[in-house]
């Protein structure tokens, strides 16, 4: 089995910040993407950042300049410094990661952490 431990949520007034972490564990053979996602009420989840092994980003518009995705593939960890909040950021915050585990290549998911921005 595989599991991910997010932690660092919590309330923040706007134009702070915030850290999250991410810890996968479990039968993990490799991973080649780690990411977050974000799912706010009455909203879709959407894609916050990503990166994979080889080192290449990919940030929403919405956040590009305010958050920096981080990861240590060697110990299967992930962060995502969030700074400039703003109420739209209020949300949950998942962490995904696409791993092998034996011979099957799938997505694992955390179970979330909640974000709210409110002054």
């Known amino acids: 089995q595989v599991h991910l431990v997010e932690s660092g949520g919590g309330l923040v007034r706007p134009g702070g910040s915030l850290r999250l972490s991410c810890a996968a564990s479990?039968?993990?053979?490799?991973?080649?993407?780690m990411a977050w996602h974000r799912q706010a009420p009455g909203k879709q989840r959407e894609l916050v950042a990503s990166?994979?092994?080889?080192?290449?980003?990919n940030y929403a518009d919405s956040v590009k300049g305010r958050f920096t995705i981080a990861s240590d593939f060697s110990v299967n960890t992930m962060y995502l410094q969030m700074n400039s909040l703003k109420p739209e950021d209020t949300a949950v915050y998942f962490c995904?990661?696409?791993?092998?585990?034996?011979?099957?290549?799938?997505?694992?998911w955390g179970q979330g952490t909640q974000v709210t921005v409110s002054s």
């Open positions: 479990g039968s993990i053979a490799s991973i080649s993407v």
């Open positions: 995904r990661i696409y791993a092998a585990s034996g011979p099957l290549w799938r997505d694992y």
């Open positions: 990166t994979t092994r080889g080192g290449s980003t």
